[in-house]
């Protein structure tokens, strides 16, 4: 889609009135991807004129490995929240579409009854760039969601790369959809996913509930070991478990990461889930985690953002793209020191080599 | 120790001549950790001037958590090898050392034979600077011991935060040693170490032969497990082992990582230890994978130093110290978006704003 010849308003991003509104957002994401110099210049005027009318949503994170089901689960819970008064945009992070050039969840068949629904919006994942610029326009694209009122804005991977950690960086709690066999929890693990989950869902529950019930416990005892490890946050909350009542360590609780079971497709467990998450959200805002997560997420998405830019920068320098050939080929032939190299690339970008 | 005042020489660096080629190597190391920007063009034209005379050890980086017996293992093993004729230069790669202001390795009595043995030098870690500011100095400090013709360079880290990664990027072999318990595999597994290991050594079997053995193949398997999922070297080599004999792809033979047993303390395994070193090197010279590992290292090494150059010019850039307050303080208040702070401090840095 070309982005929009006419300006996108705040006005009718704001104006909840059904169509032009949807059309108004479809534009302003646009917008957001368009890789144009004065698009981007648009696009950053417009981001900080709706500031003021976003952060009101809750942000929550959906990762799992293909076949996990997660359209199925975000299907259903979109329309029992839906069904409960709120709005829901739902956002995707594909980082195999930028190769592809379009993403392999773009379709909305997946979701069928929640792509038509009036109450929802879906936008699938951004098809070119880094995953450091697709996540970028993600969260550019929450930003317009919220502005626009939908109140619960989901964010999904497809679990691929480091997608995981780019979507728990932008959002309130990230929940781990797994299998009901011991297989996949290891894989979660081994990439180091498991300890962004606030909330492991078992999904299809229903096909097998022993096993279920099994890798349920075994998750739960992995979560305590790698959570007591590497957590500080899980060892407080250890702590303040065992602090004397009344004493202020008591006082301040802690969300402990949990493991519950469910059947997206019977629709069983959405309503136990939907609960767990509205305790999460009442403890992280009583104990000033929701704020102060937010606060880190901004702060480190404009340190990488200022990364991306520098290499960027760098790379298109005149002087370094005339030297680098010849270091990068002398660096591989070990005739040139790689420190060396990096401060001669680094002395010409600054105009002095 | 302050940089020395005579400029190291390259013929004293090179002269295998007893205590004077010793100094040359510690004041050439000194230079090289020196933080002074005159001092930094001496070492850099001291590297420049070593390359040649670089590259031909073999750098064998050895990690494992503390208490699992590294120093005497290294002090055994070093021991073995000048008595086959090699020299052993021992460097360190201790994170902790940049908080503490010194090595707590630093302390040469950990290895009591080797460290005054006159075919060994032990250095320890320099102890400033970030991770990778250290790591970098340990590569140098590496280039400067193998001029000096020690052919066996053992780089070794405490398993602290990323310096695994480190120094796996810096060797041609990483070795990790665990202690026959099912306890910490899982915790290098979670880290990434575990697919990072060439060879898995368990330590100190002579304890526990039981549970060595059941460690040695938990550990066994779960490399299979990680090294199929997640490793392209292994599923190729294990699509080599099933290839048509006579094919192609079944004469080039890759290296499938293994774990063996011994005692560092009682010295026992110690040949059988070098044997798979030795097996290693050979099968990596053969496919290509020595040389090619050593390529991208350097290149790797390279962008990490301009990566690092880049930030670090970016946080002194007069323009962006002055903004940067102010632009995180409204972006952590959600007054300004992220991504727009970054646009404009990379805008200031450039002189466009």
Redesign the interface.
């Known amino acids: 889609m070309p982005p929009a010849k006419t300006p996108v308003t705040v006005d009718a991003l704001l104006a909840d009135d059904g169509p032009p509104q949807r059309r108004a957002i479809a534009k302003a994401i646009t917008l957001l991807e368009s890789t144009r110099a004065d698009h981007?210049a648009q696009a950053?005027e417009l981001?900080?004129a709706l500031?003021p009318h976003?952060?009101k949503s809750f942000r929550l994170g959906i990762s799992g490995v293909p076949g996990v089901g997660k359209s199925t689960f975000i299907e259903t819970l979109g329309l029992f929240l839906i069904g409960q008064g709120h709005r829901v945009a739902v956002l995707t992070i594909d980082p195999s579409s930028t190769v592809s050039g379009g993403s392999i969840l773009g379709d909305k068949t997946r979701m069928e009854h929640l792509s038509v629904h009036e109450r929802a919006y879906i936008r699938p994942s951004p098809s070119s760039g880094t995953l450091g610029g697709v996540a970028?326009k993600t969260?550019?694209a929450m930003?317009v969601c919220e502005a626009a009122g939908y109140d619960i804005v989901i964010v999904e991977t497809v679990g691929v790369g480091q997608s995981e950690t780019a979507v728990s960086g932008m959002t309130d709690m990230f929940v781990l959809l797994q299998l009901p066999n011991a297989g996949d929890d290891?894989?979660a693990?081994?990439k180091?996913v498991m300890?962004l989950a606030d909330l492991v869902v078992i999904n299809k529950a229903d096909i097998d509930k022993d096993a279920a019930t099994r890798a349920q416990a075994q998750i739960t005892s992995a979560l305590r070991?790698?959570g007591h490890?590497?957590n500080p946050a899980h060892a407080q909350a250890i702590h303040a478990a065992h602090a004397t009542p009344g004493s202020p360590e008591a006082e301040v609780r802690f969300w402990l990461p949990r493991v519950i079971q469910l059947s997206a497709l019977l629709g069983t467990g959405v309503d136990a889930f939907w609960d767990a998450v509205l305790q999460f959200k009442s403890l992280q805002a009583a104990n000033g985690r929701f704020a102060s997560r937010?606060?880190k997420q901004?702060?480190a998405?404009?340190?990488e953002?200022?990364?991306a830019?520098?290499?960027q920068?760098?790379r298109q320098h005149p002087r370094v793209r005339e030297l680098l050939p010849q270091?990068?080929a002398q660096?591989?032939a070990?005739?040139?020191?790689?420190?060396?190299?990096?401060?001669q690339?680094?002395a010409a970008q600054?105009g002095q080599a």
């Open positions: 981007r950053d981001l900080t500031l976003t952060g970028e969260r550019e930003l290891l894989q693990i081994k180091g300890e070991l790698f490890h590497g937010r606060e901004a702060l998405w404009m340190w953002r200022i990364d830019g520098l290499k920068a760098f270091a990068v660096v591989a070990g005739r040139l020191p790689a420190s060396t190299a990096a401060r690339l680094l600054a």
